[in-house]
């Protein structure tokens, strides 16, 4: 028997299965499909992100080909998650049933997810959950314009009657253009049982999660099909996919950008990642590309053609343009970060300036310091990384060598071209070059003296 009427619906623990198995040979890649990237991460990293809105008591990702890296990955994206794996791709049903042992004890219901599915929405799962309230199988629909390969929904009124696979339907159940997205919500006992009784005897031979509806109402219990936009299911099985997905992905998030008051000339230039953040008032010139884990504080100007990933950038910041921002940067209120400047792991402090041709790696950079074009932190002897300290009020000379470990108190100066390996005091002016010898009509006699071997030498 099936669940009763007060074992249902929303206030119920939620468990969700990642099915993450597949080969994805349509991908020809020696990746799991899993792993390829959409908006900068995995693609499992948008089901886990969509999972994550539904706060499951339980998180559970079906493995198959390539899991250790795949569950290298899930480690993580979500340490929470538990794993199993599924040794033989035997259909949608089978990867469903390995995650059993595993929610053996679990009172609650379950929601069936694919790691190839990645635009899938929190308001859709919620929807899924409340439709719980009122039936025992609740299976995600939709209205396809070209329902070609899609398994397709039999339903009486709102009573899901059947699901029948494309390649097992009729000419008559091939007309109907309601479709399966896969996706499933219900009972977890309930599932696992039916589950349990599903057999393969069907055009390829798999056992399918699909069965289940008719599986249900063969004991008297309902199901039901809700429906969401098509584009919400879209599947990744091909790289084609893969970038149509992209340019899909892309253009909504351009349009949520725009929506909050961000400011982009050319929006098809700019290049988000899933988790990026801009604040209203933001300014994004073209070409810049966000990886993951950026936000941007209101009324930061991002100048053209910039990389940034990992970052924060303030309020009143200014970076680039063709300036790279890597993981562990921070820069503060109204900060400048100019041309072919780099930064990685340093704290950029408010108001302070690095205008040109530089590299600030694992540093801190005080109030209003002013570093000159050409400056380097040699943060790294070959073995480990050492921090460069920089105070309030600093001005560093062009072409400066900063030998990490060093410190330069507030309102110190080096002169240009120096090399400095000792600390510099507050108010001190740090001088680390050779003295400039002139050698009189040296250059003549030296260019002629070449010219003449290499005359020579063609003779």
Request: glycine share 12%.
């Amino acid at each position: 028997m099936g669940v009763g009427i007060s074992d249902r619906g929303e206030g119920r623990p939620i468990a969700v299965v990642v099915l993450a198995a597949g080969q994805g040979s349509r991908m020809n890649s020696d990746l799991p499909k899993p792993l390829h990237k959409l908006g900068g991460v995995p693609l499992i990293a948008h089901a886990l992100h969509a999972a994550g809105g539904l706060s499951p008591a339980r998180i559970v990702v079906v493995t198959g080909h390539g899991a250790e890296a795949v569950e290298k990955t899930v480690a993580d994206l979500a340490p929470w998650a538990e794993c199993v794996r599924q040794t033989e791709q035997l259909g949608t049903g089978h990867a469903v049933l390995q995650a059993a042992p595993i929610l053996a004890d679990f009172a609650g219901d379950v929601i069936v997810l694919y790691a190839d599915t990645p635009f899938i929405t929190e308001q859709t799962l919620a929807a899924m959950q409340a439709a719980r309230a009122r039936h025992d199988i609740v299976v995600l629909g939709f209205e396809a314009a070209d329902p070609g390969r899609y398994g397709r929904l039999i339903l009486d009124g709102d009573r899901l009657l059947r699901i029948v696979e494309a390649k097992d339907a009729t000419a008559a159940e091939r007309a109907v253009t309601l479709c399966n997205s896969g996706l499933m919500a219900g009972d977890a006992a309930t599932m696992l049982r039916l589950l349990a009784t599903v057999g393969n005897q069907n055009a390829a031979g798999e056992y399918y999660l699909t069965d289940l509806p008719a599986l249900a109402m063969a004991e008297g219990l309902s199901a039901t099909a809700i429906l969401c936009p098509e584009g919400e299911t879209l599947g990744i099985n091909s790289r084609a996919e893969l970038a149509q997905a992209e340019i899909a992905f892309q253009t909504a998030r351009r349009a949520e950008m725009q929506a909050a008051g961000v400011t982009m000339q050319a929006p098809d230039s700019v290049i988000f990642a899933q988790d990026t953040w801009v604040g209203r008032d933001a300014e994004i010139e073209p070409h810049v590309v966000f990886g993951p884990g950026v936000t941007i504080e209101s009324g930061a100007r991002i100048r053209a053609f910039s990389h940034l990933e990992g970052c924060h950038v303030s309020a009143g910041a200014v970076i680039g343009p063709y300036a790279r921002l890597r993981p562990g940067a921070e820069i503060g209120n109204d900060a400048r970060i100019g041309n072919f400047v780099e930064v990685k792991e340093a704290q950029i402090a408010e108001g302070a300036k690095v205008n040109h041709l530089s590299y600030i790696g694992d540093a801190d950079i005080g109030e209003r310091s002013n570093i000159g074009a050409g400056t380097i932190t040699c943060n790294y002897d070959g073995v480990m990384k050492h921090r460069t300290t920089i105070g309030r009020d600093v001005f560093v000379g062009s072409n400066t060598m900063l030998v990490a470990p060093v410190s330069l108190g507030d309102r110190a100066m080096t002169a240009s071209g120096s090399v400095i390996t000792e600390d510099v005091a507050p108010g001190a002016l740090a001088l680390a070059r050779a003295k400039q010898v002139n050698k009189p009509g040296l250059a003549i006699r030296l260019m002629e003296r070449l010219r003449a071997i290499k005359a020579g030498r063609k003779g």
